[in-house]
């Protein structure tokens, strides 16, 4: 099912030079169009909540009921698959449905597949005998009549993962890089495809959708294992990785994969999201933060050939260099736990600082979770990054508004024009000659500026714009300097989880 959701995103999604190429006045359109083209690089890096918003400001951009038809598929299609937010996704496909006819085939569709998924089956069936009295030679018809065969089936509900119920260690598929020509890997007793390689290194290039070994072409696939510890190298970017390396073809390039147990993977990751000086009880809630993460991704991205990427798209991985006695003690020392919610791992987001309030990701997101609440947060305002300033232009806004798909022109000032219960400023409007308008402020203004934060106060003093701000981050979820400043008061691992991500529990799966 995952595999046609992805097929489906990618080809409903139109891509950013088709819609710079299509319409050089800055149309509503474009906007909405730049958009979808964003929430789709967004989602692949997996900034998921940022990808709603995305779409939201697409939505809010134009009337076009072709292109609004389109981002209403797109959003329905992130709240099933990578948001475990079923029942949202479905509210929109029945919009779809009702309003959408051009959409309403793919839509019945999806949402059946949903209600089976979770164990809805009479539901399932109602929509698939609708399907095909609807569609009796719809294009979908061969899959319908297999899925309502399974519906008529036992029921099965969906797996829950239980206390005392251990799995197998999984291994994270991380990626390294993408769409480069060429890599160096370095390492004792190198192994490629299963046959010993006499070097301590190889370069491995890519040309004419190939793999080439001293300009010997090889498979589209290159497994890289050693005895030691594996560098790659491309450009400047060198870094050490434990595990095996995987080189593929991948758009149009060579991709570079590491597949690693998830507790080696977490040996980097823990250093390279904290500093090994905070706290052992901040270190083990980041552990187990980032444990809950990488397994959520896993289990959401079984037909993408990686889990994670390397950077802070999803989390922070810089090889074995960054390593630390304290920070792998943290590590060993929660082996296996992760924290879940309604028998499932939960979506474990975490920001840098929430500037002292936890976001609202229903007010902001439009993603109402148990374990995303917001409150107050006395512990983030003593860390790093709890406030920000960026004075901008006048001219230099304007310039990069219109680079991110704004049709403004005379740009005389922005004020806030919708904030959630912290003061984050979701909504802002922008007063202008040309373009004057009420939009979303993080996939806007936020993008254009590249603002830490949308918790901030805004003056305009002569030709310049004060941001005044707060946090850093998206501000949902755990906050890491919140959290370095509890262990550093004493809070062990279990409050400072509990904290900031309320209404889940701690277990241990491997």
């Known amino acids: 099912m995952k595999k046609f959701i992805v097929l489906l995103l990618l080809i409903l999604m139109p891509s950013y030079i088709y819609a710079k190429e299509a319409n050089k006045t800055l149309s509503p359109e474009y906007l909405a169009q730049w958009n979808i083209s964003y929430a789709s690089y967004l989602i692949d890096t997996g900034k998921y909540l940022e990808a709603l918003e995305a779409f939201e400001t697409a939505l809010d951009a134009t009337d076009n009921k072709s292109i609004k038809g389109t981002i209403l598929m797109n959003k329905a299609t992130l709240l099933s698959t990578y948001l475990d937010a079923p029942a949202d996704a479905i509210k929109i496909y029945d919009t779809i449905i009702k309003e959408y006819p051009d959409k309403t085939e793919t839509a019945l569709h999806q949402m059946g597949i949903i209600l089976l998924d979770q164990g809805h089956n009479k539901d399932a069936i109602e929509v698939f005998l609708y399907y095909l009295k609807k569609y009796p030679n719809g294009r979908f018809r061969s899959s319908i009549e297999t899925l309502y065969k399974k519906a008529k089936g036992e029921i099965v509900p969906p797996s829950i993962i239980k206390e005392g119920v251990k799995i197998v260690e999984p291994i994270v598929r991380v990626l390294l890089q993408r769409k480069v020509t060429s890599i160096e890997l370095s390492g004792k007793n190198l192994v490629i495809n299963e046959k010993g390689y006499s070097e301590g290194s190889v370069v491995i290039t890519f040309k004419n959708d190939m793999l080439y070994i001293r300009n010997i072409p090889l498979n589209e ?41 998830m507790e080696e993977y977490l040996r980097s990751v823990v250093p390279s999201e904290s500093y090994s000086k905070w706290s052992i009880e901040t270190l083990k809630a980041q552990a187990i933060a980032a444990r809950t993460y990488a397994y959520y991704q896993i289990l959401h991205r079984t037909e993408w050939t990686y889990d994670v990427v390397d950077n802070e798209g999803d989390q922070a991985y810089k090889g074995i260099s960054v390593e630390t006695q304290t920070t792998d003690k943290a590590v060993a020392e929660t082996s296996g736990i992760i924290a879940i919610n309604d028998g499932k791992p939960i979506l474990a987001m975490y920001t840098s600082n929430n500037g002292g309030y936890i976001a609202d990701a229903g007010a902001i997101f439009n993603l109402n979770k148990p374990y995303f609440v917001s409150k107050p947060d006395s512990y983030s305002v003593k860390g790093d990054k709890a406030t920000w300033n960026k004075k901008v232009s006048v001219s230099v806004t304007e310039s990069y508004l ?6 403004v022109s005379g740009l005389t000032n922005i004020v806030a024009a919708e904030k959630d219960v912290s003061g984050r400023v979701i909504k802002i409007n922008i007063i202008a000659r040309i373009g004057s308008g009420t939009y979303r402020t993080r996939p806007t203004i936020g993008h254009a500026l590249d603002l830490p934060e949308i918790l901030f106060e805004i003056t305009k003093e002569g030709d310049y714009f004060i941001f005044a701000g707060k946090g850093w981050g998206h501000g949902v979820g755990y906050s890491q300097w919140g959290s370095a400043i509890m262990g550093q008061e004493e809070n062990d691992y279990k409050t400072i989880l509990a904290f900031y991500y309320p209404e889940t529990e701690l277990i241990k799966i491997w």
């Open 221 to 261: 696939k290159i497994t890289i294992k050693a005895s030691s510890p594996i560098k790659v190298s491309s450009g400047n970017d060198k870094k050490t990785v434990r595990g095996e390396i995987i080189c593929s073809t991948m758009d149009k390039g060579l991709s570079v994969i590491n597949n690693v147990s």
């Open 402 to 407: 219109q680079r991110s798909g704004i049709n």
